[in-house]
């Protein structure tokens, strides 16, 4: 038992079926009487849809249906929505502007939904959209959010003047600007957090089926939040009662955020599938996924730092402009603030901060919640600016951290930026991670590879996140249109099985395994007794789903409470078979027993007595051994710790390659490191990806999404990536019952910076001061030139 | 994809017949770019004529000083072949990196070069050592073969055979990948050939080209140090978001020196 429970490197329970092809993913089904729906597109950024012919394609092959955008207008299908009310400096509530999901009268971004055709098969569906015509009449398009606010930029929504969704502000800016006043010293910072594409391993997908005899609809989806996608449709687009509506999400292949939304093709096809009567699936090709999944990050952010003569941080003032992209995306509005905003105090006690973020409205796919959303953009303009800044002042810059690190004995921890930090050990991390990093032994390696004619840079980045979203009230006085708890039901059956309900959604993070190792040493389980089931409203209490690295800080406490409950009952019903007072029982490794006493009986026992009352304390206990818990968090956890990459540079060709990575995290308590180690790997790879390699780019005049392919867009190889040194620094959250904190975005939030500022620290020599993400070997070789020349002229 | 009429012909005579019959008929060797193509809808063929049946486009022998491949030869299968390791181990290596192991496994030599993309890699084989292709209706030398972007000069009805080798004295092949399509952003093929230098660049221009400056440069000196500096105008050359005309003509520079460093 010791084996498999917390703390220990259980193999994946679900790697088996993953592994053999034997994992049910939403396009392995196949329904009776299926059909298929195809989505026609717009291959403008921007225009006005003068009128539609669908005529030929009602009438092609195999057609069952065609609907456009009149159709749903005339059906009342409610706008897609944002979630997230921000209220901007003066209290007003974000610009919404509509979102349906075909357009009416207007497409403003390539990808946007034009049409819907319904067909026998996939192919007959495609040959039909052909047949449709569409009269286009293009508009100028804005796709830059630095330049969306200029006067004369195309203007996307009459309900949003200047493309503005709103202007935010967070901190005392008066405070920052008396702190500026007397700053010894300013380093000053302009950065692009590039547009980065999803890119789950499993499109996007979807099927609905609609029984007419029950009135009850099935939506199955690639969702990480299937509860969140039945409240949405319910409650704000399709008007069907939640009680008839059910939605699964199944084996889902990869989310990263971009399956936390509600999209226009799963509304489309859950209302289509009562219109033809008959079950649509949908499943989206690759191309389709890379102009229609919602987007990560594209911010362009002005930050300056304000220091004393000895470096410690006086005030931090941020700009940013954030792209929400063509129309909000569900939790969109919150990505850039609540999640940004709050996290820029970092690890330091930096005491007056003022960001003011302007988001904006641009002919691109929408930008929503991506790996990290909002912390990796917070981290990656403080940690920037903080190596910066030690390179100006000429401080190292491990030591210019130490100084304005919290103390490991301030918690809990007011910022100036709305968050109360509850644990941490900042110089902890930092220490080690040197260590790891042989940060002493640097410049004898970069002095090696100087003799072979390349450049070496070492970079740290000490990142803090608030994750396992989160406190309900909390986030519901900062705008969030749901609660932030999480579910979860243990239920044995009689035979002394256990099946655990949670409203966690895995698509890849390993909750089967994970829970059960924490069942299986909560109640003394043996792992294989425990049926870890998730995504299925009609099974799983309501719950939240996965995302923000909640699902063991959150689900997993509610799963300690559900497991309490049951222990609490059982008490009961041993101190009855056992002839005692519950008080006098105790239990421990799946056995009640009378304290101080070899009086004992298995739970096993206890549970079939549950089921079969025959001799039991009926007047005082219902049968049955079920439980359900809901666990709201007091706090939000803090994840932090530090990362460090150095890298070597080939100044002829301009590649970066990775030298060493070293992670130290601090995730709190670890259920099973292997898979926590996976999770950094992964967040890692990320990260590295996005300094070094990934970036969505349109092209500025045309809105055409140039990076639309695998040919294009840069996806991190494994060859890309170098061996991890992964470490840990263990400080327990102090306020769930598990003393967690998360680890699922860690890496792709802390990465980005630790990998530019080695970067920035390689080719500072060579007179480069600054590279934008991804800094391609193209990018690199042009900054040397650009810093040769310009050396060569002074 | 589209509908279409599908031929495997056991010849190439049958293949050439089944071409002329169609209406739109093209030729699909191993597909690897004919196939995406179709599944996007960006082509419509009438007919596919699939020359996998074909057994004389097959093989890979040694004639005399020279490694005659068979245009349905796989990457897999040129990288591996011992007589091809043996005699001209830079085009081995060359095959060893073509796309990835799935493309290699069905991307054929023929079918590459009929293509004519600008980044892939068999063109600055054929031209840097000098290769002579057969069709079933002449042979092409490598210099008059490349004619543009997507464009040779294969007739209508035209089907390569093989492809002639010849065995330099020494050669290599240098390639800088688009970091995400792994095709080649410049690729420099380098050989010492019984007739005189070559260097040939594909990636770089919307076609194979070769260098003469270096070619002339290496004739007198076959060293990484006599290429270094030798510059290629940035003209005419490929920029897109991958790298700019100039970062492509350093390249051409760079993959020049380390292959002719490399030669065997």
Redesign the interface.
Known sequence: MSEQGIGKRVVRKEDQRFLTGKGHYTDDLQRIRQTHAYFLRSPHAHAKIARIDTKAAQSAPGVVAVFTGADTAAAKVGSLICGWVVKDKHGEPHKAPPHPALAVDTVRHVGDTVAMVIAETE?QA?DAA?KIVVDYQELPAVINPAKALDKGAAQLHAEAPGNLCYDWELGDRAAVDAAFAKAAHVTKIDLVNNRLIPNAMEPRAAAAEYDAGSGQYTLWTTSQNPHVTRLVLSAFVLGIPEHKLRVIAPDVGGGFGSKIFIYAEETLLTWASAKVNRPIKWTAER?ESFVSDAHGRDHVTHAELAMDKDGKFLALKVDTIANMGAYLSTFATAVPTYLYGTLLAGQYTTPAIHVNVRSVFTNTAPVDAYRGAGRPEATFVLERIVEQAAREMKIDKAELRRRNFIATDAYPYQTPVALAYDSGNYAGALKKALEMADYDGFEKRRADSKAKGKLRGIGLSAYIEACGLAPSAVVGSLGAGVGQWESAQVRFNPTGNVQVYTGSHSHGQGHETTFAQLVSTQLGVPLDQVEVIHGDTASVPFGMGTYGSRSLAVGGSAIVKACDKIIAKGKKIAAHMLEASAADIEFKNGVFSIAGTDKQVPLGGVVFSAYVPHNYPLNEVEPGMDENAFYDPANFTYPAGVHICEIEIDP???VSTIAKFTAVDDFGNLVNPMIVEGQVHGGIGQGIGQAL?E?G?YDEKSGQL??GS??????PRADDLPSFDVGYQVTPCPHNPLGVKGCGEAGAIAAPAAVMNAIHDALAPVGVKSIDMPA???RV??AI?RANTKMAAE | MYDFQYHRPKSVADAVAALKKAADGKLIAGGQTLLPTLKMRLAQPTDLVDLSGVPELRGIKVEGNAVVIGAMAKHAEVSASAEVQKAIPALAMLASEIGDAQVRNMGTLGGSIANSDPAADYPAAIVGLNATIKTNERTIAADDFFKGIFTTALKEGEVIISVSFPVPEKAAYMKFDNPASRFAMVGVFVAKLAGGVRVAVTGAGPSVFRVKAMEEALAKDFSGKAVENIKVPTTGLNSDIHGSAEYRAHLVTVMAKRAADAAK
């Open positions: 192919a495609k052909e191309n002829d060709t301009g390699l970036h780019v140039l990076t695998y040919m294009d867009y840069t996806m391609t070997s193209s070789w042009q030139q």
